[in-house]
């Protein structure tokens, strides 16, 4: 016969696992667990000094085949695509993170790294938000709700960037959505005006 679990039942179970848990997870078994799981977050957001991958920086400038080390003031990815008629990279855009362009403004719980793509017309062809520490718990958290990393495409330095203007914002993390809003209209600016025009 089938027994349902009482609330009490439920937490003694609850309890019982925790503990359990714990002494396997002692000594060694916890150390070498704990190290595993330092590392998977290392190899995950912090692929460098600021947080970049070829994959992330691929995201950002579609079409881009390759990319240039970090160079130049202010300090940018150039994204080149090979040209097949004369088998020669193309420049065809750049791509940068706001950490690079301070004073970085802090979300509610600190900075918020963004890597932005942008085309040689100066307008964003992609933008991720790669870092940003929600709580000691969480990282980027909201900033993985639909469509917030999207609406910046199509944007330039002449826009304004103001959350529910041009840019809606994140239910609940108002500080953080202006202060990314914010952290992006400064890089994009500043890249515009030492790149672009």
């Avoid at 997870?25 to 070498?32: H, L, T």
């Avoid at 017309?121 to 958290?141: A, H, P, Q």
């Avoid at 990393?149 to 330095?157: H, I, S």
Wanted: proline share 5%.
């Amino acid at each position: 016969m089938l027994q349902t679990l009482t609330s009490r039942s439920f937490r003694k179970a609850v309890v019982l696992t925790f503990v359990l848990s714990s002494v396997f997870f002692m000594g060694d078994n916890f150390s070498a667990w704990l190290s595993a799981e330092q590392n998977f977050y290392r190899s995950a957001f912090a692929a460098n000094s600021d947080h970049t991958t070829d994959r992330l920086l691929k995201a950002v400038v579609p079409g881009a085949e390759s990319f240039s080390e970090k160079e130049g003031e202010p300090p940018v990815y150039k994204a080149f695509k090979n040209d097949p008629a004369t088998d020669e990279q193309t420049l065809i855009g750049y791509a940068f993170v706001t950490p690079d362009f301070p004073p970085e403004p802090n979300g509610y719980s600190g900075p918020i790294d963004t890597l932005i793509g942008l085309g040689l017309d100066g307008e964003i062809v992609g933008l991720k938000v790669i870092y940003y520490k929600e709580s000691l718990r969480y990282t980027i958290g909201d900033f993985f709700s639909w469509g917030f990393e999207e609406q910046f495409v199509g944007l330039n330095a002449a826009n304004r960037f103001r959350v529910d203007k041009e840019i809606d914002g994140i239910v609940k993390a108002t500080i953080s959505a202006k202060a990314a809003a914010r952290g992006i209209r400064r890089a994009v600016r500043v890249v515009t005006e030492a790149y672009i025009n």
